[in-house]
């Protein structure tokens, strides 16, 4: 989430939510957040795709992100989507944001970059597409570590834990999957145990390694499921 940079038009100095430094805060923090391009990720096993201008999140992880507090966000949310700057669709577990004329907020660059590149020399052109192809793949790894962090019983240790994520995804295609059950099944022991969430693992430590310890607790139970049937 901490690259690149979004445009903010001189039209905000004459905007009523200007005076209203909370709704100011969380509209530059949604407008941040939204996807420049469309994204998927996996959700009980259905994709899900994010698009242009939209974003993935909660009343909970924006209050915790922002420093507001939850009914902050509620009331906010709803002002912005009764000024019909925003639309919200909520689901079970996290809401996906559009940002309302996201495309006259942000602009549109890709016609732009794309008359450049064409007039650039070919080796340049190359080093464009290779760089694309590197930003396509770091926007899928956000992607996925944002359908992961939902799931995920804390909300601490965000930054920590998407570096150590990216960094897992560039050197094993299948972590999305294996860390989506490691995530369930950690969710489930703490659900189970009532675990109180002093307790709970910090996401940058669960991230960083102690996931594998229940990749292998699903594996022992597959293992102990099997060995079950072969009895029967």
């Not at 420093?67 to 989507?81: F, P, Y």
């Not at 909520?90 to 794309?114: C, E, H, L, P, W």
């Not at 570590?145 to 601490?156: G, H, I, M, T, V």
Request: hydrophobic share 30%; charged share 30%; aromatic share 8%.
């Amino acid at each position: 989430m901490h690259r690149g940079w979004i445009k903010l038009h001189r039209k905000l100095l004459d905007s009523s939510i200007r005076t209203k430094p909370l709704v100011l805060a969380l509209w530059i923090d949604l407008l941040l957040k939204a996807n420049h391009k469309p994204n998927n990720f996996l959700w009980n096993g259905k994709e899900i795709t994010i698009d242009r201008g939209q974003v993935l999140t909660g009343r909970k992880v924006l209050a915790e992100e922002t420093g507001l507090s939850q009914q902050n966000v509620r009331t906010i949310l709803k002002l912005l989507k009764s000024t019909n700057k925003i639309t919200i669709k909520t689901f079970t577990k996290f809401s996906i944001i559009t940002v309302n004329n996201y495309r006259v907020y942000q602009g549109d660059g890709q016609q732009a970059n794309q008359q450049l590149t064409n007039n650039q020399p070919t080796t340049n052109q190359q080093l464009t597409t290779n760089k694309n192809d590197k930003k396509n793949k770091n926007d899928k790894n956000i992607g996925q570590f944002n359908s992961l962090w939902l799931k995920y019983p804390k909300k601490r240790g965000k930054v920590e834990a998407e570096k150590t994520y990216i960094r897992l995804a560039k050197k094993d295609a299948d972590i999305f999957g294996k860390l989506d059950k490691a995530i369930e099944a950690y969710a489930n022991e703490c659900k189970l145990k009532n675990t109180e969430e002093q307790y709970i693992l910090q996401g940058s430590t669960f991230f960083n390694g102690r996931w594998e310890d229940y990749t292998n607790i699903v594996k022992k139970k597959r293992s102990s499921l099997m060995k079950e049937e072969d009895c029967v």
